[in-house]
């Protein structure tokens, strides 16, 4: 079984300062993907990143990078100069890789709303 | 556009009436998916296939049934529909076995039962 926990309900920013969104994970798989989702107010689920469990490095696109410190088993979010269009949900997600059936089908946490402050 | 095409958008059903919600995409991915968003509570999968005529069930598939006969379209059917059942459904693809592909997700249904 895999678990996601997201502790934050709500987070706030002010624009153009950095925000760090948590997310812990649980699995028993030993290899598996991370990821996270930006759902903004319109409803769409719109993909953000990627981090495989034996990626060397952090990955990183644009202004989102992931802070994945495998031995905490944590897979944080970081945003770089939020944005007013930066406020939405943000779900964070896994999916197992080697075992079989459900396990290997993406398991979403209950997601983090963000607020940008002008 | 290429992409995962849900209908309707929107639904209001009375207890016990049956429906259909359909899926379809065009990208040729062999894996797809539903899940339901309720507040609080992420996003729950229902049902998923890994391919044509292969389906399982997922974290609460109670209450709904699904069907694969083709790569491109996977609808999913509430057999009776309960008040429980409210709730925006999603449905998802993805090329399968490609681990760092993101799912594409479809716009979503939102879905009353009163």
């Known amino acids: 079984a895999q678990k996601i926990t997201q502790t934050q309900p709500g987070m706030f920013v002010q624009e153009k300062e950095a925000v760090t969104l948590d997310c812990t994970y649980d699995?028993?798989?030993?290899?598996?993907?991370l990821f996270w989702y930006k759902q903004p107010s319109s409803g769409e689920m719109i993909f953000l990143i990627y981090q495989g469990s034996y990626d060397q490095q952090n990955a990183t696109e644009g202004r989102y990078s992931l802070n994945f410190q495998k031995a905490r088993k944590s897979a944080n979010l970081v945003i770089s100069a939020s944005q007013l269009g930066d406020s939405a949900m943000y779900f964070c997600a896994m999916r197992g890789l080697i075992s079989s059936g459900s396990a290997r089908q993406l398991t979403f946490g209950s997601g983090t709303q963000l607020t940008v402050l002008p | 556009n290429a992409g995962v095409t849900q209908t309707p958008k929107f639904q209001v059903l009375k207890t016990g009436q049956s429906m259909t919600l359909q899926c379809a995409q065009d990208?040729?991915?062999?894996?797809m998916s539903w899940y339901r968003q309720d507040p609080g509570m992420g996003l729950r999968l229902i049902h998923y296939s890994v391919g044509a005529g292969i389906t399982d069930q997922g974290e609460v598939p109670n209450g709904y049934n699904v069907s694969r006969s083709t790569t491109e379209d996977f609808p999913l059917r509430l057999l009776s529909a309960a008040p429980s059942q409210t709730s925006v459904y999603f449905c998802?693809?993805?090329?399968?076995?490609?681990?760092?592909?993101?799912?594409?997700f479809g716009s979503g249904t939102r879905l009353t039962v009163v």
């Open positions: 990208m040729n991915h062999e894996y």
């Open positions: 998802a693809s993805s090329i399968y076995g490609q681990t760092s592909y993101g799912y594409t």
């Open positions: 699995t028993s798989d030993p290899s598996y993907g």
